[in-house]
């Protein structure tokens, strides 16, 4: 079982910059799909970055593309480096993680093919 913690939300103003981290423990795979998600209110949950362990593999969703870089230490850290914020990425952040390649072989995948996620963690942009 793998269970994931995120952690770095918070409130910051617009232009500024927040870190996420998301922590995996129970059984550690070496190669897997990890992405961030995220949902606004009223909003349906949407990709953010993701990225295969296995070989590197990232992928940005439009908006976070150039603002948003998505990391990882090693097979237990993983983060979301958030800059030049606005309003508009104000939302709950949620790390989750598959271990089917395919996941994300072409992109970040869909809410439905992630097994495992974390509680979430807020970050609010103030204008």
């Known amino acids: 079982q793998v269970r994931l913690v995120e952690y770095g939300g918070g409130s910051v103003q617009a232009g500024g910059s927040l870190r996420l981290s998301c922590v995996a423990s129970g059984y550690i795979y070496s190669n897997y799909c990890m992405a961030w998600f995220r949902q606004a209110p009223g909003k349906e949950r949407e990709g953010v970055a993701s990225i295969y362990t296995g070989d590197g593999r990232i992928y940005y969703s439009d908006s976070a593309k150039g603002r948003f870089t998505i990391s990882q230490r090693n097979a237990n850290y993983v983060y979301l480096q958030m800059n030049s914020l606005s309003p508009e990425d104000t939302a709950m952040y949620y790390c989750?993680?598959?271990?089917?390649?395919?996941?994300?072989?072409?992109?970040?995948?869909?809410?439905?093919?992630?097994?495992?996620w974390g509680q979430g963690t807020q970050v609010t942009v103030s204008s």
């Open positions: 989750a993680e598959d271990l089917r390649a395919g996941t994300c072989f072409a992109g970040i995948g869909a809410e439905y093919e992630y097994k495992y």
